[in-house]
């Protein structure tokens, strides 16, 4: 398990859009030149919309020195906020300290922000009506996750609690050694004074993972976890209602076990939604709401196949609204609060929504990010009453400059007669009879799925005379519980059925040449690559970054793929089901692999560890195949510094372009 919504790098650093592309063509520059938009936060009577950009340039005439890790590149992050009617746009921040977290006070005239200052995070506090932003002390704290309290009078925030200084002293008297089971620091919900004064920790608020104030500011809903192991906060959580004074307990929601990431107060304090599961691992197809005084919950949803990527209540909390996974597409549909059933659809059409779904106290609007298969992610507001969308951003225009690929939903039926959906992208040019090489890229997760949303990646490929095909294999969202359940205990085989059969479809459609196949993927669309890599020999090159290659060792050595991940997606652990483990794993089978492989992989990636990159590069190796490594210091499974973004891209590309050059090998299995 990868799990796309804690760790998928491809949809949050490759799916985004550029910045500003000097040449027709796109570079691996561009790519990591990118307007990127988060941290929507909608004004309180739903007339502005704050959020933040980050940006990443390049200084050409720069020299490295001594350690310098930035190698000229110069990362921001600032704090804009826009208008909603006139699309007027403001920018709040400047400097070189990344801005982040925008949230509005009740009265609409101040905007509270986190920015570094030194070694630390801090809060800051800007009026709308100008002058300097003033800054709240809280220590050696570093919050996050800040709000208003609906009164307006506390900031509340998320932070590890500083070692004292007898366990400092500890830790070093014994060289730093952690108890291995404890080594996950502690995170408390802490508030502080507006006014200003000395942040306070709520006492008995442990392992939160999120919260929220209820609108009368005296309780907060909490999202904990039993401690700080990831693996815990990413799969066994409890949502409860405390004071929001002294913590002390009010209620526990009688809600299934499972994964919970947030808890929201309908805007009457009544009761709280907490999105989760019913069966699965992280298919969120539950909508949960729970009586905030008692405790007993209810599910809004009838039925077990829809998927839910964000949710968020109306603003007279008579219903829900959410945004409903259908395919490779997204809607925006309503559920009564009332009573269980299947959602209405409030006529929100043409473009994918990502991320969270944002609402404002008293509007009925909901703000968030979309795009077109042709547009990149911008920030956007949907009116529910006349049903209206309205992108309030153009962060991008230079990308209708490229020469983009024509994007187009394809469809086939695998061995079994399953029917199977992907994302097809064609290079500009390429057509029924005139196809163009083809780049199979499997999604990550394995629970995620390709939609019709922009991909700058594929959109680079395609410029450089590739089309992509993004399938979506048995085990992705939008499609059904069964078919969401279907790649258990049965990973490897599940993907080559689903994504082979489909590449055959596209070369009777004379949509791919069958002398021109490449293939790569990220994350758990790398597993996808080293196993097949090592079952089917009719790729010319592939790609596989931070790809899982041993089950048995992701299971011992990721922050979270134990436990009861693996109980779902293997059905057993290796100890007691070796052979469930064994079967699907690709180094078993890497002396089949004649296909010339390029492996990346950072160096400090805890979700996939590096080591399963070096045991797949030593054994190709030591068998005599083509293979290349390359490491990526300092990086984690979603690389962050612009220089390794921009060299793992190019170098993607320009392993293919290699093999594509040069005649097809005879390969043949030792």
């Known amino acids: 398990m990868i799990r796309s919504s804690l760790c998928a790098f491809l949809a949050f650093a490759l799916a985004t859009p550029a910045l500003a592309a000097e040449a027709a063509h796109p570079t691996s520059a561009d790519l990591v030149q990118l307007h990127t938009p988060a941290d929507l936060a909608l004004s309180p009577d739903g007339r502005q919309v704050v959020y933040t950009v980050a940006t990443a340039t390049f200084d050409s005439s720069a020299r490295v020195a001594g350690d310098d890790t930035k190698t000229g590149w110069k990362r921001e992050r600032q704090v804009f906020v826009t208008d909603i009617a006139t699309q007027q746009t403001r920018q709040l921040t400047r400097g070189d300290a990344l801005a982040s977290a925008p949230c509005w006070s009740p009265d609409g005239r101040t905007i509270a922000f986190l920015r570094n200052v030194g070694e630390h995070a801090a809060i800051h506090l800007m009026s709308l009506g100008g002058g300097e932003p003033r800054r709240l002390d809280t220590g050696e704290l570093d919050p996050a996750s800040i709000a208003f309290s609906p009164d307006g009078a506390w900031l509340g925030f998320l932070a590890e609690e500083p070692l004292e200084a007898d366990e400092k002293q500890l830790r070093h008297v014994r060289g730093g050694a952690i108890h291995w089971e404890f080594e996950f620091p502690e995170t408390h919900l802490h508030r502080i004074a507006v006014a200003g004064g000395v942040a306070q920790m709520v006492p008995g608020t442990t392992n939160v993972v999120a919260y929220e104030w209820a609108p009368d500011s005296k309780r907060v809903a909490l999202v904990t976890s039993a401690n700080g192991d990831p693996y815990l906060a990413s799969s066994v959580d409890r949502v409860s209602v405390v004071q929001a004074a002294d913590g002390s307990f009010v209620s526990t929601l009688d809600l299934p076990e499972g994964p919970y990431t947030v808890a929201h107060w309908s805007p009457d304090g009544h009761s709280i939604l907490a999105p989760g599961l019913q069966g699965g691992l992280s298919n969120v197809n539950a909508l949960y709401v729970a009586d905030a005084a008692t405790g007993k919950v209810r599910d809004l949803v009838s039925s077990a196949d829809l998927g839910f990527a964000a949710a968020s209540w109306s603003a007279d909390s008579k219903s829900v609204v959410a945004v409903v996974r259908r395919g490779t597409a997204t809607t925006l549909e309503r559920f009564a609060a009332a009573a269980p059933g299947t959602g209405t659809p409030l006529g929100f059409s043409g473009r994918v929504i990502s991320g969270d779904l944002v609402t404002a106290a008293s509007s009925p609007r909901f703000a968030f990010l979309s795009s077109t298969d042709r547009t990149p992610d911008q920030v956007t507001v949907f009116d529910p009453a006349p049903a209206r969308t309205l992108v309030v951003t153009d962060l991008d225009p230079q990308v209708a400059?490229?020469?983009?690929?024509?994007?187009?939903?394809v469809r086939w039926k695998n061995a079994e007669g399953v029917n199977i959906?992907?994302?097809?992208?064609?290079?500009?040019?390429?057509?029924?009879g005139a196809p163009a090489p083809i780049i199979v890229m499997p999604?990550?997760?394995?629970?995620?799925?390709?939609?019709?949303?922009?991909s700058a990646l594929a959109q680079y490929f395609a410029s450089r005379g590739y089309s992509v095909l993004r399938p979506n294999?048995?085990?992705?969202?939008?499609?059904?519980?069964?078919?969401?359940?279907?790649?258990?205990?049965?990973?490897g085989e599940i993907e080559q059925a689903d994504i082979e059969s489909g590449v055959d479809q596209l070369i009777r459609d004379g949509l791919a040449d069958s002398k021109q196949l490449y293939f790569g993927g990220w994350s758990w669309g790398g597993y996808i690559t080293t196993w097949m890599v090592t079952h089917v020999h009719r790729y010319r090159a592939a790609v596989a970054g931070a790809a899982v290659s041993d089950v048995m060792h992701s299971y011992s050595l990721s922050d979270i793929n134990h436990g009861l991940a693996a109980q779902w997606e293997y059905k057993g652990d290796p100890w007691s089901q070796l052979s469930q483990f064994d079967r699907p794993n690709p180094i078993r089978y890497v002396k089949d692999c004649t296909t010339p492989l390029l492996l990346l992989h950072g160096q400090a990636d805890t979700r996939v560890p590096f080591s399963e990159s070096v045991q797949f590069y030593r054994a190709l190796k030591d068998l005599g195949r083509s293979v290349q490594f390359y490491a990526y210091p300092r990086e984690n499974h979603s690389f962050a510094e612009p220089a390794h973004r921009v060299d793992y891209v190019k170098r993607w590309a320009d392993w293919y372009d290699a093999i594509r050059s040069t005649p097809d090998p005879v390969r043949t299995l030792p």
């Open 443 to 454: 999604h990550g997760g394995p629970d995620d799925v390709t939609t019709t949303k922009f």
């Open 401 to 409: 400059t490229w020469p983009l690929g024509t994007t187009r939903v």
């Open 473 to 491: 294999y048995r085990g992705s969202f939008g499609y059904g519980f069964d078919f969401y359940a279907a790649n258990r205990n049965r990973f």
């Open 421 to 432: 959906e992907g994302v097809l992208t064609l290079a500009p040019g390429a057509h029924e």
